[in-house]
């Protein structure tokens, strides 16, 4: 049955906000900030994981905000996740290949 009641968006704001919190506060209880677990540093060294690594180019400068600051946390956020199996090395536009050229050179030949 559905409820006639409407709720107001900052209560689902706090809502939001305390499940995020809680989240958060549930997985450092479990593990603390940038510890790997002994069980993913056993796998990783013990399975011949063979690292990953990517040279990935932009359009936009890694100055320019939100969208130039994105490509840098995601490449640091992969790093630590992935305990350096996978390196996403960022260069500026036109280093690689000119800033609107990049779908072309990488296309399949």
Do not use: Y
Request: negative net charge.
């Amino acid at each position: 049955m559905a409820s006639d009641k409407n709720v107001s968006p900052r209560a689902l704001l706090v809502a939001v906000i305390t499940a995020l919190v809680v989240g958060m506060l549930g997985s450092l209880a479990i593990r603390g900030p940038g510890e790997v677990s002994e069980r993913q540093q056993a796998t990783n060294e013990n399975s011949g994981i063979q690292a990953l690594r990517w040279r990935v180019t932009s359009s936009f400068t890694n100055a320019m905000p939100v969208i130039g600051q994105t490509p840098t946390r995601l490449a640091a956020e992969l790093r630590e996740i992935s305990s350096g199996a996978i390196d996403l090395q960022l260069f500026e536009p036109g280093e690689v290949v000119p800033a609107f050229e990049i779908t072309e050179s990488i296309k399949e030949k």
